[in-house]
């Protein structure tokens, strides 16, 4: 008898002590001010961003004990930006994160959002633009990036085809509905956006993916950056909100349907049909033939570096594996 009142007594003293413990932890973590982190976005919102909003809106960073804001970039480059530390992380490129890289800014590619480049050379069915060889005698649209005159120049020598025979105009980010066919022959595009709003529309478009150029141009874009400051003194909130992401993207993938109303809920602006039928599209592309989301391959960047020096687009060589990590995702 003794020693069941004993055994009694010994679990409701365990019990109250669990109980104590818990409430002490609750109180520590209800009393946690969340930690305020800025992502830069690289241009409006569309659904190469929606597993940010998706993480945003599912409370996967508030999880997390992040308080999180999504902004669209204004004057400057958001390379910079995140160096400087105004914004913990943004949406880049990997040609953006080498380039800033060989002029010794300490910006870090954390996550890939498409495992393979998704852009296109496009042109109007009429213009008659079906191979490289074709860009001879035509007007090309561009942004004005010294790296567009020398994939040009690259694919044409390739093929065969004579680059002082291009017409190389810079149009800026002007709206590619707008231009084609009347400024300019054919532009850089990416298909998950300009070329679904295309297909919506009814128009007929020869596309030639640069993936299918060449290996060198099937590089990561877009993808997500930090600092590595930020990396090195910040790395538990940086991985709390990769982790975050990744899980963001996740959803997307698996729902689709379900991300794409989270995007245009947080940008109401955008063509309800163009966002589903893009997210659609995306979403068999984001993790696409690797293992898990985001994961960055070292032969894919250490190419492009290679590449990007050979063609004197970078003033010197760099160690291709400092220039992005896979240690903060899941």
Do not use: C
């Not at 204004?74 to 949406?91: M, T």
């Not at 299918?212 to 990396?231: F, G, K, R």
């Not at 894919?300 to 240690?327: C, H, M, P």
Request: glycine share 6%; net charge neutral; charged share 25%.
């Amino acid at each position: 008898m003794k020693k069941r009142i004993l055994a009694a007594f010994l679990s409701v003293l365990i019990i109250v002590s669990l109980i104590a413990v818990s409430r002490k932890y609750f109180r520590k973590t209800q009393n946690k001010t969340p930690e305020k982190i800025t992502v830069l976005l690289d241009w409006f919102p569309n659904t190469n961003h929606t597993g940010l909003y998706v993480a945003k809106e599912n409370k996967y960073f508030s999880d997390s004990g992040l308080e999180v804001e999504i902004i669209q970039p204004s004057e400057g480059e958001n390379i910079q930006v995140v160096a400087a530390g105004k914004a913990q992380f943004a949406v880049s490129s990997q040609e953006a994160v080498t380039m800033a890289r060989a002029e010794d800014i300490p910006v870090v590619s954390i996550a890939a959002v498409i495992q393979h480049n998704t852009s296109a050379f496009a042109s109007l069915k009429d213009s008659n633009i079906r191979t490289v060889r074709d860009f001879e005698g035509k007007r090309y649209g561009g942004w004005g990036s010294p790296v567009e005159e020398a994939v040009l120049k690259a694919v044409m020598g390739e093929a065969g085809a004579d680059y002082s025979k291009l017409e190389n105009v810079t149009i800026g980010t002007t709206d590619f509905f707008t231009t084609i066919g009347r400024d300019s022959d054919f532009q850089w595009i990416f298909y998950g956006w300009d070329g679904i709003a295309a297909q919506q529309r009814g128009i007929d478009m020869n596309l030639i993916y640069l993936k299918d150029l060449s290996p060198v141009l099937d590089y990561y874009t877009p993808v997500l950056i930090s600092s590595e400051n930020y990396i090195k003194n910040k790395k538990d909130l940086a991985e709390k909100f990769t982790r975050a992401v990744a899980r963001g993207y996740q959803y997307s993938i698996d729902h689709p349907d379900r991300a794409a109303e989270i995007l245009i809920k947080n940008a109401p602006e955008l063509d309800r049909d163009l966002v589903n039928a893009s997210q659609e599209w995306l979403s068999k592309r984001y993790r696409a033939d690797t293992e898990n989301w985001g994961r960055q391959d070292l032969s894919v960047w250490q190419r492009y570096v290679d590449w990007l020096f050979t063609n004197k687009l970078i003033k010197k060589q760099i160690e291709a594996g400092s220039a992005f990590t896979n240690e903060l995702l899941p």
